[in-house]
C-alpha cells in the first residue's frame, strides 16, 4: 500500500508540473518551446509508467490475498483450515486479554467416520464432511469462526458469547449434527457427532484452550460409546452392519432393502 501511496504522489506531482507549463504563455522566453515540449513529453512518459506501475502493484497485492485465502483454506468444505482457525483463535484471545472479553471454543468430531471411508469409500466421506460443514455454517452467526481442523475434526469459536449461552449453542449445535443424513449411493448415511466445549477468557493461552476442548469431546465420546448397545455379530455381511448401524443407524434400514 505504501508503493501505491507513492506512486499516487508522483502521477500528482506529474499532474501539477503538466498544469504549470500548460498555464505558462508560449511567449514566455523562460520556458523555451522546444524544453517546454519536450518536459511535457517527458511528464506524460513518467505518468503513464507511474500508471503501469500502479496496476501491476495492485495485481500483486490481489495475487497475494488470493494465495494467503488459499493457505488458510480448507479445499473441501471451504471452511478455514487448521492454521485459518490458529490465526483467528489467537485473535479472539488477544481481544479477550484487551477487553476482557469471554468466549466458547466449541470442538467437533465425528464417530465411527472411519467406518464410512472404509465402508463406502473417501467419496462417501468426502459429500459427509461437506454436509456436516454446510449445516454449521447455517447455525453461526457472521462473527463465529468455523472450520476444519482434522480429517474429521472441526471447531467453532463463539467470540464474545456469554458462557452459559455458549454451553446452550454447544448443545443445540449437538443435537442438529446428529440428525444429519446424507443420501449415498441409495443409501442414508446417519451422522453421528461428539461435541466438547471449553470456555475462555483473560489469560488463556491457545494451545493449553484447544487441548482442553479435546479432552472434553473425548470424555462427550466416551459417554455416548458407553450408551450405545451393538448388536452382536453373526457373520461378515453382519459385522459390517453391525459396525456402521452403531455409529450411522439409518444404514440399517438402508442394508436390509
Known amino acids: 500500500m505504501k508503493k501505491i501511496d507513492r506512486m499516487t504522489g508522483l502521477e500528482d506531482t506529474i499532474e501539477d508540473v503538466m498544469a504549470l507549463l500548460a498555464m505558462a504563455p508560449e ?20 505518468h503513464d509508467e507511474a500508471h503501469l506501475a500502479e496496476s501491476f502493484i495492485s495485481s500483486q497485492s490481489a495475487e497475494i490475498r488470493q494465495l494467503q485465502e488459499l493457505a488458510t483454506t480448507d479445499p473441501l468444505t471451504q471452511l478455514l483450515n487448521r492454521r485459518g482457525f490458529e490465526n483467528e483463535m489467537r485473535k479472539s484471545l488477544s481481544r479477550a486479554e ?19 471411508n472404509d465402508h463406502l469409500g473417501h467419496a462417501a466421506g468426502d459429500e459427509v464432511l461437506r454436509a456436516v460443514a454446510l449445516h454449521m455454517s447455517q ?36 443435537q442438529i449434527l446428529n440428525s444429519i443424513t446424507v443420501v449415498w449411493n441409495g443409501q442414508l448415511i446417519s451422522v453421528a457427532a461428539s461435541v466438547g466445549v471449553q470456555t475462555y477468557g ?30 452382536p ?7 459390517f452392519s453391525t459396525e456402521m448401524t452403531a455409529h450411522f443407524p439409518l444404514l440399517k434400514a438402508a442394508n436390509a432393502d
Open 98 to 116: 484487551r477487553s476482557g472479553e469471554e468466549g466458547v471454543l466449541i470442538y467437533i468430531d465425528l464417530d465411527g467416520f472411519k467406518s464410512i
Open 202 to 231: 483473560t489469560g488463556d493461552i491457545f494451545e493449553t484452550l484447544l487441548d482442553g476442548a479435546d479432552k472434553n469431546m473425548y470424555r462427550a465420546k466416551e459417554r455416548r460409546s458407553e450408551a450405545r448397545t451393538p448388536m
Open 139 to 174: 447455525f453461526i452467526r457472521d462473527t463465529d469462526v468455523l472450520a476444519r481442523i482434522g480429517g474429521d475434526e472441526f471447531a467453532l469459536v463463539l467470540a464474545g458469547v456469554p458462557v452459559e449461552i455458549g454451553r446452550e449453542r454447544a448443545i443445540h449445535l449437538e
Open 27 to 46: 511567449e514566455d522566453s523562460s520556458v523555451p518551446s522546444l524544453l517546454r515540449h519536450a518536459i511535457a513529453k517527458r511528464l506524460n512518459k513518467l
Open 233 to 239: 455379530p453373526v457373520n461378515a455381511r453382519a459385522r
